[in-house]
């Protein structure tokens, strides 16, 4: 049973109301300070423009009434909504917060932060896609281009979204769909999406809110002006005690570190736990020996500038846009700035979160609810028939076992005999030098005999094992040549050896084959219990 005061999970708390009713008692002690109109304006008017449809924007109308809650996802604005587990996040959200709103019978608002301050443009200038002939094929916004490379620093906010250079993009999906009408609509839809927006953050707002905002889902970006000025607080305490927060962070690692555990977060002690904004680059600032602020270029490292204490609380006071929290304090101000009563994130993000216990404390804030956000498995007809086919089952794709999964293909394809004889062989091998040793007797016991024995039995073992590995080469080119069926199913299901969600985005092919029906069966479909990764097959959606 879950500990109803504990805040970061593995597992799901589902509809336990104690648990609930617990954080709701912590969250009303402490409430976010209510919103205004003008807040609640600035933030409908960013929706309005995104495109989001009035099932979201009544949403945001709730957060002048004290009673509500905010459940929040978060993510980088990554081009065409990528990778998939952001959808997953967002869909949770959506889902959470309808739970909780009939478990609590209080306001519940499912929100998605667009953490559109960050300046790493390579985390989000990749889409990878699957292409007609279902391998895995990878695009890069602006490459080669050097006014694009020059905007390295840049919040992806102030990153300008070109149409020239998105056409390539349009054009390399053309080339590599099967056309019908319904696909050439949908490319369309994204293309004008793309037309209408300015940077990356407007156009992953306008994705978001298209593919999800009937479903009521409020789009929160961090450079918003009600966030950077809720945020002050925060910056303040940090200007005001430097390095403390920092302290925090590291004696959690410690405590970490000796419970055998490897953290995800390294500090050292001079890190400020703010950015500044410096002719529009977002600068990382540290202390200096004579306890001033050294500002730092974001690219190259250089020290840009000196700070005081009275200056940077001057400039606070009068300019709060330029400060930017970083890794460290980002879900602080998100829960000082939001009445947000839990949060959906994945593993490495649960791992840092619980690093940062004393972190809410220092800042004296309300420590939200960190929930498992759900993993899927997205798996099209084609690929569900070729695995049933191959009696792979579900089971071992929950598991993410794929090196069962391609034993199973190999055996059912006509080499099952071939590879039990292989392992035959290597098994009576191991059984004949067992015996022979016991034939030596006394013999065997004399260091030039055993070295010798165990030399010839390791020689036979690596022998075996490069002959099974090239008969499994050749089986696999056997089969790439009848149809290259295994290579799509890697490509589709786990793609460079890694998981599907973390490398191939919801656009190309999914949202491309099955339009919105994916978005309406998938808020459906999704378990928000399921901490495994769940298989999803597409056949069952509805058209």
Known sequence: MLNPSDTVFTCSPGEDREFWRTACAE???RPARLWNDEEIAALRDFNAQAGAPDAALGQIARLADPRTLVVVAGQQAGLFLSPLYVLYKAVAAVKWAVRLERLLERPVIGMFWIASEDHDLEEVRHVHYLDRDGGLARWTYGAGDESIDALQGRSVFDVPLRGDLLAGFFE?????????????????????????????????????AHVLGRFGLVL?????????????????????????STAWVQHAIEQSRARGA???????????????????????????????????????????????????????????????????????VQDAALPVIAMLAGGVERQYLALLRDVYGFFGVPRSRVLVRPRAL???????????????PADLLAREAWDEVEERIVRSSGHGATLEALEEVLRNNEADFRRLGERLGRLAEVPAVASAIEKTASATRKAMQRLEQRVRDEIEREQEAGGNHLQRL??????????????LGPCFPFLLN??????????????LDDV???????????E
Not at 277 to 299: I, M, N, Q, S
Not at 308 to 323: H, I, M, V, W, Y
Not at 514 to 527: A, C, K, P, Q, R
Request: hydrophobic share 35%; net charge negative.
């Open 514 to 527: 099955h339009g919105e029906n994916l978005i309406s069966w998938l808020v459906e479909s999704l378990d």
């Open 262 to 332: 490897a953290p995800p977060l390294h500090r050292r002690g001079d890190e400020v736990n703010f950015f500044l904004y410096r002719d529009g680059l977002r600068c990382k600032v540290t202390l200096g020996a004579a306890g001033e602020f050294l500002v730092h270029h974001p690219v190259s490292g250089e020290i840009l500038e000196r700070a005081t204490t009275d200056g940077l609380q001057g400039e606070l006071a009068s300019k709060p846009e330029r400060f930017s929290p970083n890794v460290i304090t980002r879900s602080v």
């Open 378 to 392: 997205l798996i099209e007809p084609s690929l569900e028939r070729y695995m049933e086919k191959h009696g792979v």
């Open 27 to 29: 969250r009303d002690a």
């Open 172 to 208: 390399e999906i053309e080339q590599n769909v099967h056309r019908t009408d319904e696909k050439t609509a949908r490319i369309e839809q994204w293309r004008a999406m793309a037309e209408a927006s300015e940077s990356f953050e407007d156009f992953f707002a306008r994705g978001m």
């Open 220 to 244: 929160v970006p961090s450079g918003l002006g009600p966030i950077r000025r809720r945020a002050v607080p925060a910056i303040e305490r940090e200007i005001e005690k430097p390095g403390e």
């Open 490 to 503: 890697r490509a589709a299901l786990h793609p460079d050896g890694k998981p599907q969600e973390r490398v």
């Open 532 to 542: 495994r990764v769940q298989p999803l097959f597409l056949s069952n959606i509805r």
